[in-house]
């Protein structure tokens, strides 16, 4: 026969409504009732009904984060994250992998996934503003990333633009003057690759750098292709002694095409990526890169998600919050 939660109350010597308030974790509880309720939950081995009590609340407790590809480094440490900030307040997480697909982007805007959560985390990189604003329904919402800036969502960001100035400054700096990029096509502006191309010319023209449209090599987002990318340019003739790739792993994956080649990195090619992932520290030579502040995107996604839902934070305009970023000089571009 399962435990109730007159079992509990019963046991501890307490009232229903104190182990209703343990369970939801109301802070108003003396430390030693608490623990009563709690030793006698753990004896009897009592299971809250969660769906029930989400049912009376109106609440779950849980969190929904859409990522296109978990597979990529920044994405899961950045999830990582995530559901660390979220446990420091009481929620948990679940996610979502949408590979980019529009099908699966929608779903998760309006079926069961979103039924299951207060609130969302969202990336979306296949739909526009406008479907998401039909299927967003009434429970909050926070974006992520660059694919949508619309003043009708809340965005939390970093600072693609000028961080991407700041490394290819770094770069110029140090002598550099044929600076390829890769992971963007050379007329890209919008989203995180035209974004960062944007910094990167910008950063060229206040040093007096003539831009390049040769020295663009577009490539997705990995490592197979960041070192294709090089390669493609190497075979070209297209001559350069500085690569920035736009996130870690094209760069990470440069740098290996580069090493394999007989290419010293940084005496004959420095090489700066973008995005600080864990691997950056371990790579050999150590890669210097921007941090775009994941701590920050994490803490203040999760606190104005969680302001909306307590509506802490009134419905209205959406809020665009952008994390500072650090520039990490490593052994690849001293």
Excluded: C
Aim: hydrophobic letters at 45%.
């Amino acid at each position: 026969m399962a435990v109730t939660m007159n079992d509990v109350a019963r046991a501890a010597g307490v009232s229903l409504k104190t182990v209703s308030n343990v369970l939801n974790d109301y802070e108003f509880i003396r430390p030693a009732t608490k623990q009563r309720v709690q030793d006698a939950i753990a004896e009897l081995g009592y299971e809250a009904n969660l769906t029930a009590r989400s049912l009376r609340s109106g609440k779950t407790s849980m969190l929904g984060l859409v990522l296109s590809d978990l597979s990529a480094p920044y994405y899961a440490e950045l999830a990582s994250k995530l559901m660390k900030a979220a446990a420091q307040r009481g929620y948990r997480v679940l996610v979502e992998q949408s590979d980019a697909e529009g099908s699966a982007e929608l779903n998760a805007l309006q079926g069961p996934f979103r039924q299951l959560t207060d609130g969302l985390l969202f990336t979306p990189l296949a739909i526009d503003a406008d479907a998401v604003a039909s299927r967003a329904g009434k429970k909050p919402l926070v974006m992520l990333g660059e694919h949508i800036l619309d003043p009708r969502f809340d965005l939390v960001t970093m600072k693609n633009e000028e961080a991407a100035a700041a490394v290819t400054a770094h770069l110029l700096g140090s002598g550099r003057r044929r600076i390829a990029v890769v992971g963007a096509s050379p007329g890209e502006s919008a989203g995180s690759a035209g974004l960062r191309l944007n910094g990167y010319r910008r950063a060229l023209e206040e040093a007096g750098v003539p831009f390049d449209p040769a020295l663009i090599a577009p490539a997705e987002w990995r490592r197979d292709t960041g070192a294709a990318a090089v390669a493609g340019l190497i075979e070209k003739g297209v001559r350069f002694d500085a690569v920035f790739g736009l996130n870690d792993v094209l760069a990470l994956g440069a740098m290996h095409q580069l090493l394999i080649r007989g290419i010293k990195v940084p005496q004959d090619v420095a090489v700066a990526g973008f995005d600080d992932i864990d691997e950056a520290r371990f790579a050999s030579p150590s890669l210097t890169t921007i941090s775009p502040g994941m701590d920050e995107i994490a803490e203040r996604s999760i606190a104005l998600l969680l302001d909306r839902i307590s509506g802490r934070e009134s419905a209205g305009q959406g809020l665009h919050v952008e994390a500072g970023f650090k520039l990490k000089v490593r052994e690849s571009a001293p």
